[in-house]
């Protein structure tokens, strides 16, 4: 496992879900006092619906170390990226956190070219919806939130899980083509809570092999939560312990 460094040039969290009953928010607070970083990039579904009476104290207490960071520190910058459950809170988010709000966020660094974007857009099939997304997670994340290991149900579960696991694959695989088309070297995502690392090999025009390297950030509503760190030419997936 990676030692997590405690400074970094990039942090990327994904799929807080704040709202749903598994949102782990309080936990994501302890990462960002622990690690230091020079941008941290919200990679959509901050929000679980736009029904903001659902929001507990650990959320709120979330919100506003985001407005705080993205108003108050000026070492770092806060960069939103809309979800699929965001779609209807956009105006709300951006006036409540102070900061813009994009589909998606491409930057350069150490030579290489980065494409930060939800996911959703690659998702052709059902888990596009986010009731259906829902019906087709909570399972999973249910038994991971419980640490459920040997249990009756744990082969439905697990039917649950294979077909989330082939739908993730399918949207690494449009992801990576989505970021060779555009000249990146990395595209990361998020959008199917399943943390992943791959790398494409993509042929291009001239018939020359391009590589990609596609990352999800897997999501916090599940354990063990997971994230991006960017630092020193380093892109690594990481999770909290």
């Known amino acids: 496992m990676n030692v997590v460094p405690t400074k970094v040039h990039t942090l990327i969290v994904s799929d807080i879900h704040l709202g ?100 959703d857009r690659f998702d052709k099939m059902l888990i596009r919806s986010s009731f259906w997304g829902n019906v087709l997670i909570l399972p999973y994340t249910l038994a991971s939130r419980l640490g459920l290991k040997k249990n009756k149900n744990m082969a439905t579960v697990e039917k649950f899980r294979g077909t989330w696991l082939r739908l993730s694959a399918l949207v690494a695989k449009r992801a990576a083509l989505y970021a060779h088309k555009k000249g990146a070297d990395y ?39 997971s994230y991006i760190t960017i630092d020193n030419g380093k892109v690594e997936l990481q999770y909290f312990q």
């Open 20 to 119: 749903f009953s598994m949102s782990r928010s309080n936990e994501l607070l302890k990462l960002l006092d622990e690690v230091q970083c020079k941008r941290l990039i919200i990679l959509g579904d901050l929000f679980d619906d736009r029904n903001f009476g659902r929001l507990g104290s650990e959320a709120w207490s979330f919100l506003s170390r985001i407005h705080e960071i993205s108003n108050g520190n000026k070492n770092t910058e806060v960069i939103l990226v809309r979800g699929n459950h965001d779609h209807k809170l956009i105006e709300p988010m951006s006036r409540l956190l102070g900061v813009s709000i994009v589909e998606e966020y491409e930057w350069k660094y150490n030579s290489k070219t980065f494409i930060a974007i939800h996911g």
């Open 187 to 225: 595209i990361i995502c998020g959008h199917t809570h399943i943390p992943m690392q791959k790398t494409f090999i993509v042929r291009d025009k001239n018939q020359d092999d391009i590589e990609v390297t596609y990352f999800n950030s897997g999501s916090w509503t599940q354990l063990p939560a």
